[in-house]
């Protein structure tokens, strides 16, 4: 039987592209091209000069912090029914569940955390809500705090934040 | 011993102090920011010292202030040898420091009829020095590597050695053919033999005469630095920081810092023995003094233009785009650095007029001469040590066993063979 092997040619076998030199030379003018441009034009780099210029370019979908939306009629739309805290990989949504009285639903939650500094912002939990309760399209990309305890972030906080693509309330049925 | 003596001793050895320990933050400042600028970003620009950022460079003083700050931590699996994880550092960054210490900055200065080196250490044997002290240096990144247990550091430090033994061959090899071109030992009599011109309109720098050990001298430099193309002692994707895995706070820094004066030696010693040292091409010493007042009155008129160029310069760039509202006191800084830079060209200019009417023979024109060739060093010892970062940022790393393979099989004969037609040509021609 015939051995099925194909050779492959090596490529730029010459003396010229052996001695890397050529090639060196052509990287080096490349990058000193781009030194000396913009050490000249500084300002007209293609950079963000972040804590004066904010992002532009934030979509619908990208991962911010989380926010948990509301009902038509204002009230919480969790229902507590722990998927999230289920769903989520790195264990950092803590919840109490409670009765609720108004008649809306039959739970909520008590309280509902969030500790930032765990969170990885996957978005498992909102996949995993059934409720369109909990999402992550408020914009949110840096939390700030001077103590630990400042990125435990509560029910109080998540409900505030504001959705930064519209669609306010939660859409579920 | 002279009063003299003393004083132009001292002052070699303040020079080539700062010129090694004062280059760091600079250097570690000028990687990070031309890594930005070739890779289109800005690189470290905003810590400032009551909103003067001076381009970033303070970033580097906020580093050193960091590290020395930082917990001494050692490893607690190190039972035994706890001081040979303090000296293993320690041994990387005096022997780069000791390696700096026999370059001439200038032509030897004259005294009342006493002739003195500037060098810090004003040996005769200079190269042999350099290639001694560099040696050792390797032994820092060894003992660093063996007492820290670590796989990743030992691994590191293996390689290192393995590159040495590979590496100094080569080197040392390619220094020979220089010394049997230059026959001497002594960089001051390199740099003297480099004063010359070859059939009248070339510098005989050593690199025109030798190209090809100037190039194997300075691929090799690069492994001695332990810099890119060729820092496989330490690799963050196979072997995290190599050597340096377990080292922290000033440890760390010693190291980090030992590879910068390392490299800014490498850079002194290439430009001493193949791009002229101090020397100004086609102006040799002794035609400095001859055309002191021709120098001076072209130094005084070209001066307010490069000054003129610099500061307009800085007006374009040290500023913010103009979408932004607040610009950090940029401003302010750009207008401060301009009134002294002035001012520090009127103060040129002003001894400049003072020099012209000095006779030829008195000590301030000496003593002028030779601080124009200090800066003429600088000059050529930055634009090498950008040289050094530019390869850093242009080439990607070469695989392990390639570096051993380019340092054995093609280095080696090569340097052999350059040895070998420089001696025939030495000989043959009998210069």
Same mark, same amino acid.
């Given at each position: 039987?015939?051995?099925?092997?194909?050779?492959?040619?090596?490529?730029?076998?010459?003396?010229?592209?052996?001695?890397?030199?050529?090639?060196?030379?052509?990287?080096?003018?490349?990058?000193?091209?781009?030194?000396?441009?913009?050490?000249?034009?500084?300002?007209?780099?293609?950079?963000?000069?972040?804590?004066?210029?904010?992002?532009?370019?934030?979509?619908?979908?990208?991962?911010?912090?989380?926010?948990?939306?509301?009902?038509?009629?204002?009230?919480?739309?969790?229902?507590?029914?722990?998927?999230?805290?289920?769903?989520?990989?790195?264990?950092?949504?803590?919840?109490?569940?409670?009765?609720?009285?108004?008649?809306?639903?039959?739970?909520?939650?008590?309280?509902?955390?969030?500790?930032?500094?765990?969170?990885?912002?996957?978005?498992?939990?909102?996949?995993?809500?059934?409720?369109?309760?909990?999402?992550?399209?408020?914009?949110?990309?840096?939390?700030?705090?001077?103590?630990?305890?400042?990125?435990?972030?509560?029910?109080?906080?998540?409900?505030?934040?504001?959705?930064?693509?519209?669609?306010?309330?939660?859409?579920?049925? | 011993?002279?009063?003299?003596?003393?004083?132009?001793?001292?002052?070699?050895?303040?020079?080539?102090?700062?010129?090694?320990?004062?280059?760091?933050?600079?250097?570690?400042?000028?990687?990070?920011?031309?890594?930005?600028?070739?890779?289109?970003?800005?690189?470290?620009? =905003?810590?400032?010292?009551?909103?003067?950022?001076? %381009?970033?460079?303070?970033?580097?003083?906020?580093?050193?202030?960091?590290?020395?700050?930082?917990?001494?931590?050692?490893?607690?699996?190190?039972?035994?040898?706890?001081?040979?994880?303090?000296?293993?550092?320690?041994?990387?960054?005096?022997?780069?420091?000791?390696?700096?210490?026999?370059?001439?900055?200038?032509?030897?200065?004259?005294?009342?009829?006493?002739?003195?080196?500037?060098?810090?250490?004003?040996?005769?044997? &200079?190269?042999?020095?350099?290639?001694?002290?560099?040696?050792?240096?390797?032994?820092?990144?060894?003992?660093?590597?063996?007492?820290?247990?670590?796989?990743?550091?030992?691994? %590191?430090?293996?390689?290192?050695?393995?590159?040495?033994?590979? @590496?100094?061959?080569?080197?040392?090899?390619?220094?020979?053919?220089?010394?049997?071109?230059?026959?001497?030992?002594?960089?001051?009599?390199?740099?003297?033999?480099?004063?010359?011109?070859?059939?009248?309109?070339?510098?005989?720098?050593?690199?025109?005469?030798?190209?090809?050990?100037?190039?194997?001298?300075?691929?090799?430099?690069?492994?001695?630095?332990?810099?890119?193309?060729?820092?496989?002692?330490?690799?963050?994707?196979?072997?995290?920081?190599?050597?340096?895995?377990?080292?922290?706070?000033?440890?760390?820094?010693?190291?980090?810092?030992?590879?910068?004066?390392?490299?800014?030696?490498?850079?002194?010693?290439?430009?001493?023995?193949?791009?002229? %040292? @101090?020397?100004?091409?086609?102006?040799?010493?002794?035609?400095?003094?001859?055309?002191?007042?021709?120098? /001076?009155?072209?130094?005084?008129?070209?001066?307010?233009?490069?000054? @003129?160029?610099?500061?307009?310069?800085?007006?374009?760039?040290?500023?913010?785009?103009?979408?932004?509202?607040?610009?950090?006191?940029?401003?302010?800084?750009?207008?401060?650095?301009?009134?002294?830079?002035?001012?520090?060209?009127?103060?040129?200019?002003?001894?400049?007029?003072?020099?012209?009417?000095?006779?030829?023979?008195?000590?301030?024109?000496?003593?002028?001469?030779?601080?124009?060739?200090?800066?003429?060093?600088? /000059?050529?010892?930055?634009?090498?040590?950008?040289?050094?970062?530019?390869? =850093?940022?242009?080439?990607?790393?070469?695989?392990?066993?390639?570096?051993?393979?380019? &340092?054995?099989? @093609?280095?080696?004969?090569?340097?052999?063979?350059?040895?070998?037609?420089?001696?025939?040509?030495?000989? &043959?021609? %009998?210069?």
């Amino acid at each position: 039987m015939e051995k099925k092997i194909k050779v492959v040619e090596r490529h730029n076998t010459k003396f010229k592209h052996r001695l890397f030199i050529p090639a060196i030379i052509e990287g080096l003018k490349i990058t000193t091209k781009h030194l000396f441009s913009n050490v000249n034009n500084i300002n007209d780099m293609d950079v963000l000069e972040y804590p004066e210029e904010q992002p532009t370019d934030i979509s619908g979908r990208y991962r911010g912090l989380h926010r948990l939306t509301q009902r038509n009629d204002g009230s919480i739309a969790c229902v507590a029914c722990f998927m999230c805290a289920t769903a989520c990989p790195s264990n950092c949504i803590f919840i109490q569940a409670t009765q609720r009285e108004d008649g809306v639903d039959e739970k909520m939650p008590q309280s509902f955390a969030i500790d930032t500094l765990e969170c990885i912002f996957c978005g498992y939990c909102v996949e995993a809500c059934p409720c369109d309760a909990i999402r992550m399209d408020t914009g949110i990309f840096s939390v700030i705090g001077d103590r630990r305890e400042d990125f435990m972030i509560d029910k109080e906080q998540l409900l505030s934040h504001q959705g930064a693509f519209g669609n306010e309330n939660s859409i579920a049925k | 011993m002279s009063l003299s003596a003393i004083g132009v001793t001292l002052f070699s050895i303040v020079l080539a102090l700062l010129l090694a320990l004062l280059m760091i933050p600079v250097l570690v400042w000028l990687e990070r920011r031309i890594a930005g600028l070739i890779q289109d970003r800005k690189g470290p620009n =905003r810590t400032n010292l009551f909103g003067f950022r001076l %381009g970033g460079v303070i970033q580097s003083f906020a580093d050193v202030i960091k590290l020395v700050f930082k917990e001494e931590y050692y490893p607690a699996h190190i039972q035994k040898g706890q001081w040979l994880f303090i000296i293993a550092p320690a041994i990387l960054f005096v022997s780069a420091l000791l390696g700096f210490m026999v370059i001439p900055f200038a032509d030897n200065l004259n005294i009342g009829g006493e002739s003195f080196k500037i060098q810090a250490l004003p040996v005769e044997w &200079g190269v042999v020095w350099y290639l001694a002290i560099g040696s050792i240096g390797v032994m820092g990144v060894l003992l660093g590597g063996w007492i820290s247990h670590n796989k990743y550091a030992l691994l %590191g430090s293996q390689r290192a050695t393995s590159l040495m033994l590979g @590496y100094e061959l080569p080197l040392g090899l390619s220094v020979i053919a220089m010394i049997i071109t230059y026959q001497s030992i002594d960089f001051n009599a390199m740099v003297a033999w480099q004063s010359d011109t070859l059939w009248g309109f070339l510098p005989a720098w050593g690199i025109i005469v030798q190209p090809l050990a100037a190039m194997i001298f300075i691929i090799t430099i690069f492994v001695e630095t332990n810099r890119a193309p060729f820092n496989v002692a330490e690799g963050e994707s196979e072997i995290v920081a190599g050597h340096m895995t377990e080292f922290s706070a000033m440890k760390f820094a010693m190291y980090f810092m030992g590879e910068y004066i390392a490299m800014n030696a490498a850079s002194a010693v290439v430009i001493t023995m193949f791009f002229g %040292g @101090y020397q100004l091409p086609y102006l040799s010493t002794s035609e400095l003094f001859t055309h002191f007042n021709v120098i /001076v009155i072209v130094f005084m008129s070209i001066l307010p233009f490069l000054i @003129y160029f610099f500061i307009r310069w800085m007006h374009k760039n040290n500023a913010i785009r103009s979408t932004l509202i607040s610009d950090g006191g940029r401003a302010f800084e750009t207008k401060v650095l301009t009134i002294t830079l002035i001012l520090m060209v009127l103060i040129v200019e002003a001894i400049g007029f003072y020099l012209l009417k000095q006779p030829a023979d008195s000590l301030v024109v000496g003593v002028s001469v030779m601080l124009l060739q200090i800066a003429v060093f600088i /000059v050529k010892l930055m634009i090498f040590n950008i040289f050094f970062i530019v390869v =850093r940022w242009t080439l990607p790393r070469f695989r392990y066993d390639q570096v051993q393979k380019l &340092g054995w099989n @093609y280095l080696l004969p090569l340097s052999l063979a350059n040895i070998f037609i420089t001696a025939l040509v030495v000989v &043959g021609l %009998g210069v």
